[in-house]
């Protein structure tokens, strides 16, 4: 089983910037596709970005394309969310996944595609 951890979160001015770490504390994770999610009070779970396995193609939302940049060092067995330019509505509880499947070509966006996820890290963003 994949067990995955998030850090990096915290409290930070509109314009601030922070980074997310998620790393596994079970079964290595170097061949899954990597996504990142958040969710505020009130909304649903929304796609962020996600990396494949060999952190060779990535994808981000549209909301946080050009701010927000995902990679991963296979080496080290982590994946981190680069988050600059943040504003106030990036406000959420960040989660990290695993896809479902181990080697998929396509990069999901969906969160019923990723199986295994982490507990979440807290990002505000204050005005």
């Known amino acids: 089983q994949v067990q995955l951890v998030e850090s990096g979160g915290g409290l930070v001015q509109a314009g601030g910037s922070l980074r997310l770490s998620c790393a596994p504390s079970?079964?290595?994770?170097?061949?899954?596709?990597i996504g990142w999610f958040r969710q505020a009070p009130g909304k649903e779970r929304e796609f962020v970005a996600v990396?494949?396995?060999?952190?060779?193609?990535?994808y981000c939302a549209d909301s946080v394309k050009g701010r927000f940049t995902i990679s991963r060092d296979n080496l080290k067995n982590t994946v981190y969310l680069q988050m600059n330019s943040l504003k106030p509505e990036d406000t959420a509880v960040y989660y990290c996944?695993?896809?479902?499947?181990?080697?998929?070509?396509?990069?999901?966006?969906?969160?019923?595609?990723?199986?295994?996820w982490g507990q979440g890290t807290q990002v505000t963003v204050s005005s």
């Open positions: 990396v494949r396995h060999s952190g060779d193609r990535t």
């Open positions: 079970g079964r290595a994770f170097s061949n899954y596709n």
């Open positions: 996944a695993a896809d479902r499947k181990e080697l998929r070509i396509a990069l999901a966006t969906s969160y019923n595609e990723y199986d295994y």
